[in-house]
Structures are given as structure tokens and as C-alpha cells.
Nanobody
Framework: QVQLVESGGGLVQPGGSLRLSCAAS????????MHWYRQAPGKQRELVAS???????NYADFVKGRFTISRHNAEKTVYLQMNSLKPEDTAVYYC?????????WGQGTQVTVSS
């Protein structure tokens, strides 16, 4: 049974930081490209960051320079370090593991940026 469990969300003030974690089980983690998506109320889910099996990271323009994705294959965990948070970063953040044709999602963790 595949599970992706996100943690680390919460309420933070503008300019603050959070680190999200996604712990995977039931998959050969090192063989999967990992992604973080987010979905704000009333909006479509959007890709935030990705990291390949080789460790190459890619970011959406709206988080470049503020967010960092990383992975620890031995721990089967992917991280999203979020700095300089803005109110528009408020969303549910989802972890995604993909290796064609497999595509797995976590349940999401809420991030709220507000003063």
C-alpha cells in the first residue's frame, strides 16, 4: 500500500518560514520524481516544485528564490523549505510521486500565511 504523508504546515506570518515534509512508504522512493503542488481556495491545483531521481530541482516562477525542494532517499522523504512566505502562498500543499504510469498523491497539509 502506497502512502505519502505530508507534515509541517501551519500558520505563519508574512516573511516567515516553514518546512514541509512528505514521507513515502510502499514505493521504491529513489525511482520516483517527486513534486510539490498547491491548491488555494477557488483555484486550480498548481505545480510548485519538482525534484528528479538524480536530484535536479525545478521551480515555478512564483517561488523561485524563496522555496527549496530536496530529497533524502534513505529516509524516503521529500522536503519543501519555504522562506519569505507571502499571503498568496496560502494553500493546501500536496506531495506527488510519479513514475509512469504510477502517480500517487498525499492528503495535503494546510499552509496559511497571515498576520
Amino acid at each position: 500500500q502506497v502512502q505519502l504523508v505530508e507534515s509541517g504546515g501551519g500558520l505563519v506570518q508574512p516573511g516567515g518560514s516553514l518546512r514541509l515534509s512528505c514521507a513515502a512508504s510502499g514505493i521504491i522512493f529513489s525511482a520516483y520524481t517527486m513534486h510539490w503542488y498547491r491548491q488555494a481556495p477557488g483555484k486550480q491545483r498548481e505545480l510548485v516544485a519538482s525534484i528528479t531521481t538524480g536530484g535536479t530541482a525545478n521551480y515555478a516562477d512564483f517561488v523561485k528564490g524563496r522555496f527549496t525542494i530536496s530529497r533524502h532517499n534513505a529516509e524516503k522523504t521529500v522536503y519543501l523549505q519555504m522562506n519569505s512566505l507571502k499571503p498568496e502562498d496560502t494553500a493546501v500543499y500536496y506531495c506527488n510521486a510519479r513514475r509512469w504510469p504510477a502517480n500517487y498523491w498525499g492528503q495535503g497539509t494546510q499552509v496559511t500565511v497571515s498576520s
